[in-house]
Structure formats: C-alpha cells, structure tokens
C-alpha cells in the first residue's frame, strides 16, 4: 500500500470508505486492481475501508499503490452496510490530487503561492477538474503547519492538480481578453515589442513597425505632416 489518506467525519461511524476515480472518470476497482468504466454491479469494490483513529473523528486509509500515476478524484463515503451501495451517495466529502506512483503529490509550497494572488485567481475560472475560486476557497482556509483538511486528503499536507494548475492559471492569465486596453498581455506584448523592430515608410506618412520576427507588420501608423498620428492599426495575428 502507499501513502496514508484521512477522512475526516463523525466519530463511530462504522462503514467509512474511500472511492478513487481517475481523470477520465474511471472507478478505482479494489477486487481487480484497476480502473474501470462506472459499473453499478461492481460499485461494492470501488469502496476502500477507512478505520477511526481511537475515537478522534479521523478514518484512515491507504492510497493504493497499484493505481498508476495520475490525477485522482478522492471521494469520503459512509456507507450504511459494510459494503459500499449506489444509496450510500454523495459522499461526505471530496478532494483532488496527483499519485506519482509512489505518494501523493506535496503541494504546500504551492498553497502559499496561490494564497498570495487570491485577488486575481478569483477573477478567473479556468477547467482544471475544478474552478480557481473553488479550490483557492479550499485553499484559503488551510494552514499547513495546523490544520487537518476539511475533506480527504493525505495526512501531512493538501494535496491537488498542482501542476496543472499552475500551467492552465499562467495559459488563462496570458490569454486573458481585453486586460490591456482591450488587448490579451500576449497581443500587447507583441505590439509592445514591435517598437523594438525594423522600421519602413519613414516619411511618406504611412510608417510600419515590424515583429521581432523581421517579417511580420505589426503596427502601421499614418502620419500627419506635424509629425503626429492620426490612426493606428496593430496585427497580433
């Protein structure tokens, strides 16, 4: 088995279970030690036991070690028999995170990260498994030297799509429609850079700034006889 998950829930309950499903969906099946399309004949395997530590509230299991690496859906379910049913749903609660096969991905470094732009992740909702403001929600409200988390997760720290959060937050951000006046940053960056590039027309009253490229018109101005513009065009394409 490998890294210690806990759930925390109401002290004594008696059937307390971790459900595993992978990123296309797929059910963690304990009896044949894969993932399976969801099959409701099979869901009494999709359940893996979870014990209460004394009488603290925390029910502990381990992450199964045969799974391959990859992102998982970690779901809490009491169960009202010993084995798990379709009526026993929803969970009592639900995480995200990544097994690299061995443990589960370590992420606090990231949560302080994220916790410091909060500002402008909750501007952005972005498909990573879950929305930015919800999981920087989650995030918010853990402390990584205190808290034991309000839903499934490993035991020493909140684990989640590290990764992919932060690529999918930095594609969002540089893509984000009209930020600057109307432009992406990326598009204002290649108009900005452009005043770096050759220059032709220069005094014919149409001028032309060229890309980094050397070969892409990326802004064309037309010019007064004082010298001043009087119209602009920008290609970003």
């Not at 999709?46 to 004394?54: C, F, M």
């Not at 403001?133 to 990584?144: A, Q, R, T, V």
């Not at 990764?163 to 006046?181: F, K, Q, R």
Request: negative net charge; aromatic residues 6%.
């Amino acid at each position: 088995m490998g890294t210690s998950v806990v759930i925390p829930h109401v002290t004594g309950a008696a059937n307390v279970h971790l459900v595993l499903i992978n990123a296309d969906g797929e059910y963690a099946n304990t009896a044949t030690q894969s993932c399976e399309a969801y099959n409701s004949d099979n869901i009494a395997n999709y359940g893996i036991d979870a014990t209460e530590d004394g009488s603290t509230g925390l029910f502990r299991c381990d992450f199964p070690d045969w799974l391959p690496a990859g992102n998982y859906t970690l779901l809490g379910v009491d169960s009202a028999g010993a084995s798990l049913a379709e009526s026993d749903f929803p969970p009592i609660g639900a995480a995200t995170g990544r097994w690299d096969g061995t443990d589960l991905v370590d992420i606090a470094e990231v949560v302080a990260t994220l916790a410091s732009h909060t500002s402008l992740l909750n501007a952005i909702s972005v498909y990573t498994g879950t929305t930015i403001p919800g999981l920087i929600g989650g995030l918010n409200d853990f402390n990584p030297s205190a808290d034991t988390v309000q839903n499934v997760t490993n035991v020493s720290t909140v684990n989640a799509l590290a990764g992919s959060v932060i690529l999918n937050l930095a594609t969002a951000v540089w893509a984000l429609a009209g930020a600057i006046d109307g432009k992406t940053p990326a598009q204002a960056v290649q108009i900005i850079a452009a005043l770096a590039g050759k220059l032709s027309g220069a005094g014919t009253g149409t001028e032309t700034l060229k890309g980094l490229d050397g070969s892409t018109d990326r802004i064309t101005a037309t010019i007064d006889a004082s010298g001043n513009r009087t119209a602009v065009t920008f290609n970003t394409d």
